[in-house]
């Protein structure tokens, strides 16, 4: 078993470079299933769930090579299956773009229930509703979820709740489908349009990605022999912000849209954080004294998203007086909360709220990643407590950082990959 030691406190200063988006990444992979033909992607994450990714697509009989440490070739030429083997799907939360992907490319698919971070219920009875309203029938049995269709037909689908997965798996599903299929109420977020953007790089006719209607004109075919560029992960970019405020440090963060952070840049700037958009891909971050108190409700893009709510947390449980953060996406997003109060923070959740008294500091302790973005909330929590704090359930944290304990060493903390 692996575990994060971390020394601290340490103010966090330096340039940190982001990578491309986890689930922007793992929905073009998918995604490429569309192209019969090879295409290259650059960008791409080197973490677990990319990896887990590209497994259960070999399964499928894509060919995938490592061109560099964040390029792949992907050949879709020769597709031999259309059950994405059940052990792997389970263990990863995006195999639903699996379901669109194939549905639409070969007119089946068999995916088992998809797994992922445990924040609570996590149903998908919008992605079934989008396929069933262009034409497939669905079943789900024995945790397997089965789709089968003779032809998709285009349509006009009302999603009932702003959905990323949803909006992106109707997308895959109509690219090829006959006519026209629009998406009202769609989600906005980056890699929405990120995956839009790649499909129609490949010959796809989709607009409006990034508002709340897109549009799916259907095509006979995309055509690959085309290279697509990931977008800069926005998750990532923003724990480097908040582990700058966290830490009274002053962050340079690399290679990330500055526009896909608005909404974090006004919450920081409220609590007295300073923020400089450099150029457009480069944002410098820094506090000088104790963050004031806030109140943050998560909310789809582009409102504060739910993916940095943890990472905000430890910055609230820090800051000068009382804090509230309502949680609108997940049901179990306060798990971390319990971690953080072995560290001396001083929080109550309660459902989907959660009060933080600010505390003047946290203490080391032995703590647990139970989900992705606590893992991460939890390492900039140990770089700023007094103290030795080790992180333990790394496989998380491994899922969507890459290469986290490094680009924390850069900045100054003295964190090391432990084996025990
Ligand atoms: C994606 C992200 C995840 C992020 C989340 C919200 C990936 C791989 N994961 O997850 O990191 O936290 O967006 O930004 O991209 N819902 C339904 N029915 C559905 C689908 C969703 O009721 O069919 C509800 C969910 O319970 C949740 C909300 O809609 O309350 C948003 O979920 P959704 O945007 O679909 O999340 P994911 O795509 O699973």
Redesign the pocket.
Known sequence: MEKLVINGPTRLCGDVDITGA??AA??IIPATLLIDGICTLENVPNISDVKMCCSIMQKLGVKIDWLSNHSIRVDTRNISSTIAPYDMTSKF??SYYLLGALLSRCGKAEVGLPG??N?G?????????GFEALGASVTVAQGKISAKANCLIGTSIYL???????T?NVMLASVLADGTTTIDNA?K?P?VVDVANFLNTMGADIRGAGTDIIKINGVKALHGNATYSVVPDQ?EAGTFMLAAVASKGDITIKNCITKHLECVTAKLLEIGAHVEDIDGDTLRVWASKRPNKATIKTA??PGF???LQPQMGVVLAIANGTSIINES??DSRFQYTAELNKMGANITASGKSAVFQGVNELSAAPVYSTDLRAGAALIIAGTIAKGKTEVYNLEHIDRGYEHIEDKFRNLGAKIERVSE
Do not use: F, M
Not at 121 to 129: E, G, S, T, V
């Open positions: 986890k689930n793992v929905a939360r995006a992922g971070c924040l219920a996590r149903p998908i009875d919008q992605h079934i509703k009932d709740t702003v959905s990323v997965g949803a992106i989600a977020e890699h998750i789809p893009y998203p739910t993916d996406i997940w």
